[in-house]
């Protein structure tokens, strides 16, 4: 677990300088992105009782991987020692499933980021395991959501020319599709996913 959390943290890294070269002085209000996702997390598991709703499980388990992202960006924000942030994670982590009704534990994630501007693993480990969403699934979700994240900043998405509706389809939508075509063992997976998505992102 440890060498799979330290290769997302490089990852995000990764990500951030690819958007500011000096993210971390510019001190992104991270644990706004955070609670904000937990809004829309909960607007695609469903919360109105005055109408009948589904949780939409594959949006929900994405969602849960945005946050994931803006996360261990609010812990690096703070702790420059990936190998260092990587141990604390995975001892921080839950493998149990939580008794919590899912609901409140979106909820309770939302507001320790609001008190406390810090980001929770014990809580957010209890999110995946109430939505079926395993640390190996977490895994493989991370990295496609990463490729997407270059692939949209590659084709525009800073300055605003991309676009993320394809054929009437988000994008994320089009990345779920691909991840279950592509085997995410691979060694070049993210090679794949992306090439996958620009064969894709061409035809529209």
Known sequence: MK??????LEMQEEMNTRVHDSWREQNFEWYRAIWIECAELMDHYGYKWWKHQEPDEAQVQLEIVDIW????????????DQENLASKIASSWKEQRSESNFRDIVEALAAETLNDRTFSISIFSELCNSSELSFTKLYAFY????????????????????KKIWGGREDNDHLNDLLNTIDNTAANFSELLYKALEDRYSQV
């Open 69 to 80: 992202h803006f996360g261990m960006s609010c812990l690096l924000q703070n702790e420059r």
């Open 143 to 162: 990295i496609g959501k990463n490729v997407l994240n270059f692939f949209r900043q590659d084709n525009g998405y800073k300055e605003g020319s991309y």
């Open 3 to 8: 060498q799979a959390i330290l290769t997302m």
